[in-house]
Structures are given as structure tokens and as C-alpha cells.
């Protein structure tokens, strides 16, 4: 499973975790995937000529998602497909 729907359905949550907590869905979502134990930064774009992303992108690193969130948001990504049963461990062949 996956696709459009399960995307909306986890804008939709992101988007109440961030009205929550006064920050944007992107916010949120970078959040989460810096709380990943395997995870130590992430890549951020931006548009030229629109600072106003430079000090919205910056809350994120005082945002604390809750348990809550974090539940929320998994109960979500949960219904997709998890790459690595879809494609396998690639890399394995060099091994």
C-alpha cells in the first residue's frame, strides 16, 4: 500500500501535529526523521530570494515532538510498503 492516498492521509496528520505545535508541516516532518536513531542530519531546500523559509526551517530544531506525535505519525507510515521487502538489502551483491 501506499500512493496518493496514504500521502494525504499523512499530510493530513502532519499538519495537526504542526498547527500543535505552532510550525509547518515541514518542520514536522524533518523533526521526525531527525529523531531516527540512524539518522544525523538532513538536506533542506530553499528558493532563492524567499528568506522567510531560512527562519521557518530553523524551528525545527526547537520543535520537541511528544509521543503522541510520534505515534500518530507511524500509525501512518506504517501502512506503506517497506522499501526493503519491496527491493531487497541492494548492496548485498558487492558484499
Not at 35 to 59: C, F, M, Y
Not at 64 to 85: G, P, Y
Request: hydrophobic share 40%.
Amino acid at each position: 500500500m501506499g500512493g496518493w492516498g496514504l500521502f494525504q492521509e499523512l499530510l493530513v496528520v502532519l499538519d495537526e501535529i504542526a498547527k500543535k505545535h505552532n510550525v509547518q508541516i515541514p518542520n514536522v516532518a524533518t523533526r521526525f526523521v531527525l529523531d531516527r536513531p540512524a539518522v544525523a542530519g538532513t538536506i533542506i531546500g530553499s528558493r532563492l530570494g524567499l528568506s522567510d523559509h531560512i527562519e521557518q526551517n530553523s524551528k525545527t530544531f526547537s520543535l520537541q515532538l511528544q509521543n503522541d506525535d510520534f505515534e500518530k505519525i507511524k500509525s501512518v507510515t506504517s501502512k506503506a510498503n517497506d522499501l526493503f521487502e519491496s527491493i531487497g538489502d541492494c548492496g548485498g551483491e558487492y558484499r
